[in-house]
T-cell receptor, first 115, second 111 residues
Framework: DTGVSQDPRHKITKRGQNVTFRCDPISEHNRLYWYRQTLGQGPEFLTYFQNEAQLEKSRLLSDRFSAERPKGSFSTLEIQRTEQGDSAMYLC?????????????FGQGTRLTVV | LAKTTQPISMDSYEGQEVNITCSHNNIATNDYITWYQQFPSQGPRFIIQGYKTKVTNEVASLFIPADRKSSTLSLPRVSLSDTAVYYCLVGSSSGNTPLVFGKGTRLSVIA
């Protein structure tokens, strides 16, 4: 399977714990996006990378959230001191940017439940 | 980045053509329009992308009038499996802005 892969698919954690999610994009894709989605809402932009450079981080994003893409391949999203409001589906997408955005491919997502 | 406005929901019977219109009054000269489809518990999936006039692929058509202040996604002869949320996005061809999703249009296809 050469699609976007996210791990884990589901995560249940206690409030206050830290969690880390991983995204493996399609191999030749240089752009990688993270989104958060809650029920009935569209995906909310969190941050995105071009290769290893983080281009933008949502101003709505708390300092508890951090993302990395150390070698321009896979990416991790960490949430520190989780809160119940962090419960959501976390989606990763990748695309090949060559002067203009092409089709973005999404993973199946990681569903986070904070109890 | 141009803000988009779509109907919250639409209903259609199987076999009908469905047209979903998206308004993007502040679209810039170099912006393009992209539509995604999302089924429950799955990530969005690219449907179609265009800049002006008409684009057609195997699943949909995209109509963009000359002023480009709106666009219409046309789904021919929908089936129950087309029940999903459809998102209209406006992206910059400079690539210096991320893909931003709105609330989308929830299409329900009825037998």
């Amino acid at each position: 399977d050469t699609g976007v892969s996210q791990d884990p698919r589901h995560k249940i954690t206690k409030r206050g714990q830290n969690v880390t999610f991983r995204c493996d994009p399609i191999s030749e894709h240089n752009r990688l996006y993270w989104y958060r989605q809650t029920l009935g809402q569209g995906p909310e932009f969190l941050t995105y990378f071009q290769n290893e450079a983080q281009l933008e981080k949502s101003r709505l994003l708390s300092d508890r959230f951090s993302a990395e893409r150390p070698k321009g391949s896979f990416s991790t999203l960490e949430i520190q001191r989780t809160e119940q409001g962090d419960s959501a589906m976390y989606l990763c997408a990748s695309s090949l940017f060559r002067g203009a955005d092409t089709e973005a491919f999404f993973g199946q997502g990681t569903r986070l439940t904070v109890v | 980045l141009a803000k988009t406005t779509q109907p919250i929901s639409m209903d259609s019977y199987e076999g009908q053509e469905v047209n979903i219109t998206c308004s993007h009054n502040n679209i810039a000269t170099n912006d393009y329009i992209t539509w995604y489809q999302q089924f429950p518990s799955q990530g969005p999936r690219f449907i179609i992308q265009g800049y002006k006039t008409k684009v057609t692929n195997e699943v949909a058509s995209l109509f963009i009038p000359a002023d480009r202040k709106s666009s219409t996604l046309s789904l021919p002869r929908v089936s129950l499996s087309d029940t999903a949320v459809y998102y209209c996005l406006v992206g910059s061809s400079s690539g210096n802005t991320p893909l931003v999703f709105g609330k989308g249009t929830r299409l329900s296809v009825i037998a």
